[in-house]
Nanobody, 123 residues
Framework: QVQLVESGGALVQPGGSLRLSCAASGRLFNTYVVAWFRQAPGKEREFVASITPPGTLTTYSDSVQGRFTTSRDNAKNMVYLQMNSLTPEDTSIYYC????????????????WGQGTQVTVSS
């Protein structure tokens, strides 16, 4: 089992950057796929990015491809989401989630979730 805590959410201006962190506790974190999701008010939870256990492969949604980068440091039990060129459409609560097995884009496939961190992009 793994516990996840996100941090780094903030209010940022359009065009700005932000880095989110996901701190994990529990055993064998380096065996978990980690994904980022986001959910805006009135909308369904949306896949953002995922990263394999060793951190060698990443996947992104079309809406963030080229602007967001996810990475991990297994020695520190940390996963990061670097977000650049932010737009108001990126405003959401961002969650990290973890699972054992293959990478997935469906939120229902992830049994472990953090509490979320708010990102607001506004001038």
């Amino acid at each position: 089992q793994v516990q996840l805590v996100e941090s780094g959410g903030a209010l940022v201006q359009p065009g700005g950057s932000l880095r989110l962190s996901c701190a994990a506790s529990g055993r064998l974190f380096n065996t978990y796929v980690v994904a980022w999701f986001r959910q805006a008010p009135g909308k369904e939870r949306e896949f953002v990015a995922s990263i394999t256990p060793p951190g060698t492969l990443t996947t992104y949604s079309d809406s963030v491809q080229g602007r967001f980068t996810t990475s991990r440091d297994n020695a520190k039990n940390m996963v990061y989401l670097q977000m650049n060129s932010l737009t108001p459409e990126d405003t959401s609560i961002y969650y990290c989630a973890a699972r054992i097995g293959i990478r997935m884009r469906e939120a229902s496939g992830y049994p472990y979730w953090g509490q979320g961190t708010q990102v607001t992009v506004s001038s």
